[in-house]
Structure formats: C-alpha cells, structure tokens
C-alpha cells in the first residue's frame, strides 16, 4: 500500500520562503508523476505544480509561477515543492499526490501560514 506523507510547512513571513517535502513509501515512487495541491480556508481544493515521473516537464498554476519550483530525488523517493516569495494568499494546507496508471495516492497535507 502506497503511502506519502507532507513536511516542511509553518508559520512565515509575507516575502518569505518554505520548502515542503513529500516522502513516498510502499510504491515504485520514480514511475509516477507527482503534484502539489493546496486548499485554503473555504475554498475548493487547487493544483498548485506537477512534474513528471523521471523529473522533467514541470508545470504551474499561474498564481505560483515564478514563485514555486517543483522538484524531486528518485533516489529518495522524495518530492519538493520550494516557495519563495510568499503571499498571505498562499496560506493553505497543501498535499502532495501522485498518479501511476490506475494508482493514486494522497499525503495527508501539511499547513502553511503566511502572516505578519
């Protein structure tokens, strides 16, 4: 059973960077492509980037690009999502996911705050 589980969020300030972390177990992690989603307070949840099974191909929500940068190391079975240059408007719990033919799996999420 695949497992993901999210880290690295926190209180920041605005103009300020985060790096969160997904860390995959249970599956052959470097044959899925993995994304970053996030769902602010009354809000629908959103995809914020992706990125494709061997690390290239990334893409962005407009509202980040520029901003974020995904990443990952097959070698650790680990996803990153580097934030720079937060906005209040970026406080969200944000969830890493990965989608390998039938197979999906979602982390639990880890919240983010960006406030002065």
């Known amino acids: 059973q695949g497992q993901l589980v999210e880290s690295g969020g926190g209180l920041v300030q605005p103009g300020g960077s985060l790096r969160l972390s997904c860390a995959a177990s249970g599956f052959t992690f470097s044959t899925f492509r993995a994304y970053w989603y996030r769902q602010a307070p009354g809000k629908e949840r959103e995809l914020v980037a992706g990125i494709s099974p061997a690390g290239g191909s990334p893409s962005y929500a407009d509202s980040v690009k520029g901003r974020f940068t995904i990443s990952r190391d097959n070698t650790k079975n680990m996803a990153y999502l580097q934030m720079n240059s937060l906005k209040v408007e970026d406080t969200a719990v944000y969830y890493c996911?990965?989608?390998?033919?039938?197979?999906?799996?979602w982390g639990p999420g880890t919240l983010v705050t960006v406030s002065s």
């Open positions: 996911k990965t989608i390998g033919g039938p197979l999906e799996y």
